[in-house]
C-alpha cells in the first residue's frame, strides 16, 4: 500500500510537469524510488532528470519537465557544512543521522552526508537546510555548528579502496559477481529480482554491456565504479580495477 501511495504521488507529479510545462521536484529518492520515478516519467511522456547536489550522490531529487530542463540554480537543494572539534570527539555518520532525525523530519527530506576529517556535508531541501543550521547543536555526544554553504562544495575523496581483479567479460553478472565476491549465478540472480543498478539505473538483463568508469549498486550490499579495464590476461580473462566504496550514505 504505501508502495502504491509513493507512485500515485509520482504520478500527479509527472501529470502537473505535463499540464504547467515547468519542472517539478520530488523529495530526495533512493535508488528504487529513482527507477519508479523514471518509469512514471515514460509513463506520462515528461523528461526526468536526477540530482543529488554532486556527481556521484546515492540518494536524489527527480525533477519532472515538458519545457525547459531546469537550471542548477532552481533545484531545492542546499548544502549544508557540519562542524565540530576533533579534540572533543568525531561523530560517525550513524550519529548525525540519528541526531537529524530526531529534529523531527523525515528521511526524504534529506539526502546523503559526506564524512570528512572535522566536518561533514549535509545535501537537504532549502526550509530543512535553514532549519538544521538553526537548531542542530549536537551529534553522539559532539557538539556541532552547521552553516549554509553556497554551490557544490569541495567534497573530500570518497571512502573505500581500489581492487584489481579478473572477469570473463564486461558482462554485468560477471561483474557484480567480482564486485560483491558472488557467484555468478547468485549474481544473476539478484539482477533478475530487481537488487542491482547499473549508473543508478534499475538493470534486469544479466547481460548488459558494462562500460568503464560505470557504477554498480547491489541493493543492501554497497556499490563499486568500475575505474579501468586493463586488458586481457594471458589465460583470456579481463583485468578490471574496481573501487569499492565505503563510509558514506
Not at 62 to 80: L, N, Y
Not at 201 to 212: G, I, K, N, S
Request: charged letters at 25%; aromatic letters at 8%; proline letters at 4%.
Amino acid at each position: 500500500m504505501e508502495d502504491e501511495i509513493f507512485v500515485k504521488r509520482l504520478r500527479e507529479l509527472a501529470l502537473r510537469a505535463a499540464h504547467r510545462g515547468e519542472a517539478v521536484f520530488t523529495h530526495f529518492l533512493d535508488l528504487a524510488q529513482a527507477q519508479a520515478a523514471d518509469a512514471v516519467a515514460r509513463e506520462a511522456g515528461v523528461s526526468i532528470a536526477l540530482n543529488g547536489g554532486y556527481e556521484e550522490a546515492e540518494r536524489r531529487v527527480a525533477a519532472f519537465w515538458s519545457g525547459a530542463e531546469p537550471g542548477e540554480d532552481e533545484w531545492p537543494i542546499r548544502p549544508v557544512r557540519i562542524l565540530w572539534r576533533a579534540q572533543f570527539g568525531s561523530p560517525g555518520h550513524r550519529d548525525i543521522l540519528g541526531a537529524l532525525m530526531a529534529l523531527g523530519f523525515e528521511r526524504e527530506r534529506i539526502g546523503d552526508i559526506v564524512m570528512d576529517r572535522e566536518c561533514a556535508w549535509l545535501f537537504a531541501e532549502p526550509e530543512m537546510a535553514a532549519y538544521i543550521v538553526s537548531n542542530l547543536q549536537s551529534a553522539g555526544r559532539v557538539s556541532v555548528k552547521c552553516e549554509l554553504a553556497e554551490g557544490v562544495p569541495q567534497l573530500p575523496e570518497p571512502e573505500g579502496r581500489s581492487v584489481r581483479d579478473t572477469v570473463p567479460s564486461m558482462r554485468l553478472d560477471a561483474l557484480v559477481a567480482a564486485g560483491f565476491s558472488l557467484s555468478r549465478s547468485e549474481a544473476a540472480r539478484a539482477i533478475a529480482q530487481g537488487l542491482v543498478f547499473l549508473n543508478q539505473a534499475q538493470t534486469l538483463r544479466a547481460d548488459a554491456a558494462v562500460p568503464e568508469k560505470a557504477l554498480i549498486s547491489l541493493r543492501g550490499a554497497g556499490r563499486f565504479r568500475v575505474t579501468a579495464v586493463e586488458g586481457e590476461t594471458r589465460k583470456g580473462r579481463l583485468a578490471v580495477r574496481l573501487f569499492l566504496y565505503g563510509g558514506k550514505k
